[in-house]
T-cell receptor
């Protein structure tokens, strides 16, 4: 079945550092790929998405590129802020009206 | 995108009791889902709530333990029945809306003592 694998956290970075959170997936066909963010005490918010190979999703300085050849969707940000501290979930959906399959989540802690 | 109101936001319940969680959406949506997020873990889909018919449950989840209602296109409830401490989790409602994709409620944090 479909699965998503994320790098384990927590990831601790200093403010303005470069962020990469790795995500790889297993799925048949061409799933849509997502990054969700969960701030402390809140629900999930969609951060960005990509629906086909080589698409780049971006939002709030975060980027991720859909790499079919490596089945990856790594999340990057050039300069993190303390306010980016949260748990980040990579997810996939095999179709337009299908359930989401989530990775285990990666906790990011940004310090001054 | 849709705005989801989920109630209660948190509760502490005695083992053996049941809790019903409500999910109200501000617009009509076809697809509604219920997820569970156990402490320190990822989200797992419990079931898809179907309007006018029985919910579709994922492997490992059964209707007797997690009965779901979906009386119309804007509302759904999830009941956690005969609770045990292992049911302590965050329960989230989610909807799928065309171009907007998936939207999540803020969740219900359940503690069973």
């Amino acid at each position: 079945g479909d699965s998503v694998t994320q790098m384990e956290g927590p990831v601790t970075l200093s403010e303005e550092a470069f962020l990469t959170i790795n995500c790889t997936y297993t799925a048949t066909g061409y799933p849509s790929l997502f990054w969700y963010v969960q701030y402390p005490g809140e629900g999930l918010q969609l951060l960005l998405k990509a629906t086909k190979a080589d698409d780049k999703g971006s939002n709030k300085g975060f980027e991720a590129t859909y790499r079919k050849e490596t089945t990856s969707f790594h999340l990057e940000k050039g300069s993190v802020q303390v306010s980016d501290s949260a748990v980040y979930f990579c997810a996939l959906s095999p179709g337009t009206a299908s359930k989401l399959t989530f990775g285990t989540g990666t906790r990011l802690q940004v310090t001054l | 995108s849709a705005v989801i109101s989920q109630k209660p936001s948190r509760d502490i319940c005695q083992r053996g009791t049941s809790l019903t969680i409500q999910c109200q959406v501000d617009s009509q949506v076809t697809m509604m889902f219920w997820y569970r997020q156990q402490p320190g873990q990822s989200l797992t889909l419990i079931a898809t709530a179907n309007q006018g018919s029985e919910a579709t449950y994922e492997s490992g989840f059964v209707i007797d333990k997690f009965p779901i209602s979906r009386p119309n296109l804007t509302f759904s409830t999830l009941t956690v029945s005969n609770m045990s401490p292992e049911d302590s989790s965050i329960y989230l409602c989610s909807v799928l809306q065309g171009l907007y994709g998936y939207t999540f409620g803020s969740g219900t944090r359940l503690t069973v003592v």
